[in-house]
């Protein structure tokens, strides 16, 4: 064991925004450490800002370096802000993953789904299981989250503890799975905890969340309520909710029809791993006409407005199987993410447009967070007395607030961390001791772009102003050979005076090529530039833009 070392930590991802968590803690002295990771997760980016970028990633630039040193990586849980970069960073790591059944079935059933994702190398331990990766010495600690399986890490290190939280909240009543282990964590706060480094999602909100069983009763008084159909979305990881939405079904006498890829996936993961045991099997959308609409719940992917996913289908009248009509209802079980706002909107106004009831959290407890509230926090740090807190998992102002409920506990340091920050935890009070490299690596088709490369930044200029491409042929005496040619790309096609903008960019082209000296049009580069600039200039007076311009002079 690295006795005479240090324990570090640093966050890679997930500090100071949300999303793709990626944390490595550190055992051994500065010249020789080993590493372990906690997740490997994914955002998703905005199409507005990043046009054809779907997924962003930490970057693991420092982590390629330190490849040697990588005992293993440990998931917390199969939300895609903590695994959904497995596929695309393992291939470069490839060092064992370990995680618990329900995350390592979803690991599968995703690999199967994808063509060529990688052979991940994962090794399942049980709930609550105790292990070692490398020289880290960990416990898992199962914690009531908004998807099975989430596990808190208890890191034990020569240097003292870590309990690293994962997403959590105290839910004694999650529905399905196990609540948060208060027993146990109570224990390791009697045995000692260094550090807590903790989820700080809700620390802004006072008071506790309501539970997934409330959530449940709410959804079973709505479903036995409704006159006609039901349709319910909610994300499809929710077991718990796909749950609740089939109990309630049971009740109220309909059947449960599954519709959509990621809840048919889903489904059948939770039935492998034991979570919808007791429950009768659910029906496909082929059988949805024939039950009568009283006899039948479907239960929807696309609580986001992913313009692919059942429920935005539905509500543009598109869907193959599933129709609604007016007196049916839609229950969105879920919370709108940042930044789907409007693709949401547009699916609820296609159901209104077709006379649905369209029932949201705003008006029913039909959605609960995962995370904790303030006073969850207070009780969970009460339990487990940390020395240090480390707040992650959340932008500045949830940091924050997390780090004022520190205060407030007198805990004795807090340690305010960004991604990059190299933390030694022990020996000695908590230091910042490096900075290592880090920032966003974007997923742009096949391939996996840094962040600060030009490409989206000129793809940004492209769908502003359009483009013009310009092709001239010259003798090497600089007389044209040929006609230009000339092609505008996102240009519109009348100028302010009512002419073509195509006639004036070849007017352009021809008029700059004439004002030129003949010694310079011999020189090709000299040539491109100015008709490049003439082009645009042109185009600036007719349009009241500059498009990117591209000139190729061919000598013939
Ligand atoms: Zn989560
Ligand atoms: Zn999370």
Not at 89 to 116: C, D, H, M, N
Not at 477 to 503: Q, Y
Request: net charge negative; charged share 25%.
């Amino acid at each position: 064991m690295a006795g005479n070392g240090q324990l570090v930590f640093a966050p890679l991802g997930g500090v100071g925004e949300i999303g793709m968590n990626l944390s490595i803690y550190g055992l051994g002295d500065e010249r020789r450490r080993q590493w372990l990771i906690v997740d490997v997760g994914v955002s998703f980016a905005a199409e507005e800002h990043l046009p054809g970028i779907d997924l962003m990633f930490p970057d693991i630039r420092y982590l390629l370096a330190e490849r040697k040193n990588i005992a293993g990586i440990v998931l917390t849980h199969a939300h895609e802000d903590h695994f959904g970069a497995l596929f695309d960073l393992w291939p470069q790591l490839k060092v064992p993953v370990y995680t618990t059944p329900f995350t390592a079935a979803l690991i599968e059933a995703k690999r199967l789904s994808e063509p060529g994702a990688p052979e991940v190398e994962v090794k399942v331990v049980p709930l609550g299981g105790r292990f070692n990766v490398g020289n880290f010495d960990v416990e898992l600690v199962s914690m009531a989250h908004s998807i099975p399986e989430a596990n808190a890490l208890f890191i034990r290190t020569p240097h003292g503890n870590v309990l690293h939280t994962g997403d959590w909240k105290l839910d004694p009543t999650p529905v399905v799975g196990l609540p948060t282990d208060e027993a146990k964590l109570r224990r390791l706060g009697e045995e000692g905890v260094l550090a807590v480094v903790g989820d700080s999602t809700n620390a802004v909100r006072d008071g506790r969340s309501p539970s997934e069983a409330d959530v449940s009763r709410t959804l079973a008084q709505l479903i036995a309520e409704a006159p006609a159909r039901v349709a319910v979305a909610a994300f499809a990881s929710n077991v718990a909710r796909v749950r609740s939405v089939a109990e309630a079904a049971i009740a109220a006498g309909r059947e449960v029809v599954v519709v959509g890829r990621a809840m048919e996936r889903i489904v059948q993961i939770a039935r492998e791993t034991g979570y919808l045991d007791g429950l009768p099997d659910f029906r496909g959308p082929d059988v949805y006409g024939y039950l009568p609409p009283d006899k039948v719940v479907a239960l929807c992917t696309g609580s986001q407005g992913e313009p692919r996913a059942a429920l935005s289908r539905i509500a543009q009248d598109d869907h193959p199987d599933i129709t609604l009509a007016h007196g049916d209802w839609v229950i969105f079980s879920s919370r709108t993410i940042p930044g789907n706002e409007k693709a949401v909107s547009s699916v609820v106004n296609g159901l209104i447009d077709q006379g649905v009831r369209v029932i949201t959290d705003r008006t029913h407890l039909v959605h609960v967070s995962g995370h904790p509230r303030i006073a969850e926090v207070e009780e969970m740090l009460s339990w487990v007395k940390p020395q240090i807190l480390v707040p992650v998992h959340g932008e500045a102002l949830h940091l924050n607030e997390h780090a004022a409920i520190g205060r407030r506990l007198e805990i004795k340091t807090i340690v305010k961390c960004r991604n990059g920050d190299l933390v030694r935890l022990a020996p000695g009070a908590p230091h910042l001791v490096d900075e290592l490299p880090t920032g966003r690596v974007y997923k742009d088709g096949a391939l996996l772009i840094p962040a600060e490369s030009r490409t989206i930044a000129d793809r940004r200029r492209l769908s502003f102003v359009g483009m013009v491409t310009v092709a001239l042929a010259v003798t090497e005496k600089g007389v044209l050979a040929a006609d230009p040619e000339v092609e505008l790309i996102g240009i519109p096609e009348k100028g302010r005076d009512g002419l073509p903008l195509t006639d004036v960019a070849l007017d352009a082209v021809l008029d700059t090529y004439e004002s030129i000296p003949k010694a310079r049009r011999r020189d090709p580069d000299s040539l491109a530039e100015s008709v490049r600039r003439g082009v645009r200039s042109a185009l600036a007076q007719q349009w009241g833009k500059k498009p990117v311009c591209f000139v190729h002079v061919l000598t013939v």
